[in-house]
């Protein structure tokens, strides 16, 4: 199944990582509804915590409040913070970190020699319950996920309290939202009407022509989601954990 990596990060951290077999699988929409191939690849067993970002801005202060390029994060990033390097005592040094850009997460992956998943590879990741890689077609699985979606989200729980799925992670769908390398790839890049054609319903009325799994709402909610933010939007319940390409022997 699954099987854990120690692997040394900036600033002695030490992180769990878990192997992912490839496979393919169809994803919640797409052009043709084809099936997309994903490669192994290594990924963070938790989402990155407040005290591993604490660190992180400590050796790369230009990621700091106080000093981040407005190009590269709005005012709320990392709003739940005293000042630069300390957090509100309301937060917890091990709950996931939030109110951090795409940019910000992109950044820190790249400064432990990882990079943020794929929606392919995180999606892949995210179809497993305990016991099943994919478990879509059970619908306690959807309906436990439904459930935390419902509920008010929180980061303000500590990461890695609830059970591995069948991969090994935990905390995918229960505390936080989470960034992806490529979370707008649905949106409309070009100016053509056949793209909008396609695209421009996903997140409306006629949405569900496009969604290849109808029971699978869950998964409609975090395309939709991922559809309405940008880059630089550093958000209440919007978290990351990083990924990295399995090492060629």
Avoid at 11 to 36: A, E, K
Avoid at 176 to 184: C, G, K, L, R
Avoid at 195 to 208: M, T
Wanted: glycine share 6%; charged share 25%; aromatic share 14%.
């Amino acid at each position: 199944m699954a099987f854990l990596l120690q692997l040394t990060a900036f600033g002695q951290v030490t992180t769990n990582m878990v192997h992912i077999r490839g496979g393919s699988y169809i994803p919640l929409y797409g052009r043709d509804s084809s099936m997309v191939e994903v490669d192994d690849f290594l990924m963070d067993k938790l989402p990155v915590t407040n005290r591993q970002y604490v660190d992180f801005v400590k050796q790369y202060p230009e990621w700091q409040r106080s000093k981040v390029k407005g190009l590269f994060a709005d005012q709320m990033y990392l709003r739940n913070w005293k000042n630069d390097t300390l957090l509100e005592d309301t937060e917890h040094l091990k709950s996931p970190i939030t109110y951090v850009s795409w940019f910000a997460a992109s950044k820190y992956c790249e400064c432990q020699g990882k990079r943020l998943p794929t929606v392919d590879e995180w999606e892949y990741v995210a179809m497993a319950d305990e016991e099943l890689a994919d478990a879509r077609v059970k619908k306690t699985y959807n309906e436990k996920i439904l459930s935390w979606y419902e509920a008010p989200k929180t980061s303000t729980y500590e990461v890695g309290r609830n059970p591995e799925n069948f991969w090994g992670v935990k905390d995918l769908h229960d505390l936080v939202w989470e960034w992806t390398s490529d979370f707008n790839s649905i949106l409309i890049t070009g100016e053509s009407r056949k793209d909008v054609d396609k695209d421009s319903s996903l997140f409306c009325g006629s949405a569900a022509v496009g969604v290849t799994d109808l029971m699978n709402y869950a998964a409609f909610m975090r395309y939709a989601f991922r559809g309405s933010i940008t880059a630089r939007y550093s958000i209440k319940n919007l978290g990351f954990r990083c990924v990295q390409d399995v090492p060629v022997e």
